[in-house]
């Protein structure tokens, strides 16, 4: 693909007008006005044609769908950071590069982590709900109470770019870091952040009065905090996922909060989403967000760059800067 014929780049979702328009000027782009979700026949169709495929993180881009692709695709530029949507070892076998969008999001999810977890502990959401309901009435000594953050334990379960810029805000709001991470971070970060580690997850869950989700979703990953994992969490601790909902056992999780064994949750993610279980929306003691965490203009402009600058270097014959690769996940 080093010729200077434009290549055919398939586009699953509406981008942002600057990002759409400089696709255009470089390459055959074919985009989708509607921004409705393509189904899975719409989706082969598209990667039948496409020499570039650009989904989105909503998109599922499975073994049956890459295997029964055209020969002409080379690279899947996914627009999002997470690649759990994605087969990358089908995608390995037919020859096709995966890219995402990494970095670029860690401040704006690290500024809406923080801001869920004071939601969460103070009461925002349902407050917000008491006023608007009409049933408010008026300021009271006991009246929606909730809890102080400074001087709380953190627990960051991934300490990557989102959980260290998490770490950076908790410690301007007073809260001790404690994180848990596949490997431990370099000694200058950790004692920057004042970061204690824990190699055991178990030990850190059950003494933390916050715990945060800042791990990506692979096999690994899913149910990560497993019902047996929830169960040690104090009656007092909140929860923040800001990640992937699979991470979390979410009907175990709802039970708990429930019966108050767990004194809340901020969730911006779900394990089947859009879908939301019910029996979350009916409980006051959760804040509830539509995969917002990253939803900012300069954030999806900064991924669509990110894209463009992926297909234009594959295109012309060079290694791809954010190539995603099974062994680094």
Same mark, same amino acid.
């Given at each position: ?18 990002? &759409? ?8 782009? #074919? ?19 496409? &020499?570039?495929?650009?989904? $989105? ?9 890459? *295997?029964?692709?055209?020969?002409? !695709? ?19 076998? =037919?020859?096709?590069?995966? $890219? ?15 801001? !869920? ?5 103070? #009461? ?7 006023? =608007? ?39 301007? +709001?007073?809260?001790?870091? /404690? ?13 920057? !952040? ?23 979703? $692979?096999?690994?990953?899913?149910? !990560?905090?497993?019902?047996? #994992? ?5 009656? /007092? ?17 709802? =039970? ?13 993610? +779900? *394990?089947? &989403? ?7 929306? #009916? ?29 234009? $270097? +594959? ?10 690769? *099974?062994?680094?996940?």
């Amino acid at each position: 693909m080093t010729d200077k014929k434009k290549p055919l780049v398939v586009v699953t979702r509406k981008l942002p007008d600057v990002i &759409e328009t400089r696709m255009m000027e470089l390459f055959d782009t #074919r985009l989708n006005p509607d921004d409705v979700p393509l189904t899975s026949a719409q989706m082969q169709d598209a990667m039948n044609i496409a &020499e570039v495929l650009v989904p $989105t993180v909503t998109d599922r881009i499975d073994r049956a769908l890459i *295997e029964a692709a055209g020969p002409q !695709l080379r690279l899947i530029a996914s627009f999002g950071t997470g690649v759990d949507h994605i087969d990358l070892k089908a995608a390995r076998e =037919r020859g096709i590069v995966v $890219t995402n969008t990494p970095g670029v999001l860690t401040e704006d999810t690290a500024d809406m982590t923080m801001a !869920l977890l004071l939601a969460t502990a103070r #009461r925002v959401a349902e407050g917000e709900r008491l006023v =608007r309901s009409g049933q408010w009435t008026g300021w009271g000594p006991t009246t929606m109470l909730g809890h102080r953050i400074s001087g709380k334990r953190l627990g960051i379960l991934g300490m990557g770019r989102i959980g260290s810029a998490l770490a950076k805000r908790a410690r301007a +709001f007073g809260m001790s870091i /404690h994180y848990h991470n596949r490997r431990r971070v370099h000694p200058e970060l950790e004692q920057e !952040l004042e970061a204690t580690y824990w190699s055991s997850l178990d030990q850190m869950l059950a003494r933390m009065d916050i715990v945060s989700i800042n791990c990506p979703h $692979t096999p690994a990953t899913y149910h !990560l905090l497993s019902e047996r #994992r929830l169960k040690l969490l104090r009656p /007092h601790c909140y929860i923040v996922n800001t990640s992937r909902g699979e991470v979390i056992d979410e009907v175990a999780l709802t =039970r708990m909060l429930s019966k108050g064994e767990i004194a809340g949750a901020g969730l911006d993610v +779900f *394990e089947h &989403e859009p879908a939301v279980n019910p029996k979350l929306l #009916r409980l006051d003691n959760v804040v509830l967000l539509p995969h917002m965490g990253s939803a900012t203009i300069e954030g999806r402009i900064d991924m669509g760059e990110k894209v463009v600058i992926n297909i234009k $270097t +594959f295109t012309d014959g060079h290694a791809p800067p954010d190539r995603v690769l *099974e062994a680094l996940l």
